[in-house]
């Protein structure tokens, strides 16, 4: 098996052992709603919301580079 999949192997099942460590239940404070949410949700759900606020900044930054990368030449 190659470095990086061994790596992404293991950050996989540190995050699973964190996640089912946190099932209780916690009140969400947002904005003027309360929420209760099990950990066991809320843990993925930033997970994933964070993973999608850093594509979208990498494919903005990579695109503004790009052009000033073809200005300059």
Not at 17 to 39: E, P, R
């Amino acid at each position: 098996m190659k470095a990086k999949t061994v790596f992404i192997l293991i950050i996989i099942v540190l995050f699973l052992i964190v996640l089912f460590q946190n099932i209780q239940t916690i009140i969400l404070n947002l904005f003027f709603w309360k929420l209760n949410v099990s950990t066991i949700v809320l843990l993925p759900l930033t997970l994933f919301i964070g993973f999608i606020v850093g594509y979208i900044v990498a494919k903005t930054t990579t695109k503004k580079h790009n052009d000033i990368q073809d200005i300059l030449k």
